[in-house]
């Protein structure tokens, strides 16, 4: 296992940044501005991304974490974020957006994120389509965070 930063062609990854973010006009606002890290196997084959931005002056977002349905659940999703949390340790926090579901939302706090805020009607008012999680209608951002240390 090998994780890479991208620099160009990004859009190569669409098809798997598109299992954490299922509209593509909103993975354009922050791919282009976004650091894109894919973890590759043996055989170099992209088995998850992530995108983080900078926010602001000490703050980063990670704005996708997707991992291939044929690996979902060997451990990826939490090998990405630690990579992640090192690459970023600079002080400052690491933030993370996500509907109101109890797996995501379990994921990131077994990650070591805690409860921040809400960004209400986010998927409403950013969305051109309802979306579904277990059959929920998703409508407010919860936002985790982590503080990232020195």
Not at 101 to 116: D, E, I, M, V, W
Request: charged share 30%.
């Amino acid at each position: 296992m090998d994780i890479r930063l991208i620099t160009r062609d990004k859009k190569r990854f669409l098809p798997l940044l598109l299992e954490a973010d299922e509209q593509e006009s909103m993975i354009d606002r922050y791919l282009s501005r976004g650091e894109l890290f894919v973890l590759f196997d043996e055989k170099e084959n992209p088995q998850a991304v992530a995108v983080v931005t900078k926010e602001d002056e000490g703050v980063h977002e990670l704005k996708n974490l997707a991992v291939a349905p044929h690996c979902r659940r060997q451990g990826l999703g939490k090998l990405m974020v630690r990579f992640l949390l090192e690459r970023f340790r600079k002080g400052g926090v690491m933030l993370v957006g996500t509907g109101d579901s109890p797996a995501t939302l379990n994921f990131y706090k077994a990650c070591g994120f805690t409860f921040s805020h809400v960004e209400k009607d986010f998927f409403v008012k950013n969305y051109d389509h309802p979306i579904l999680e277990n059959g929920k209608e998703l409508r407010d951002m919860i936002y985790l965070r982590q503080e990232l240390p020195l």
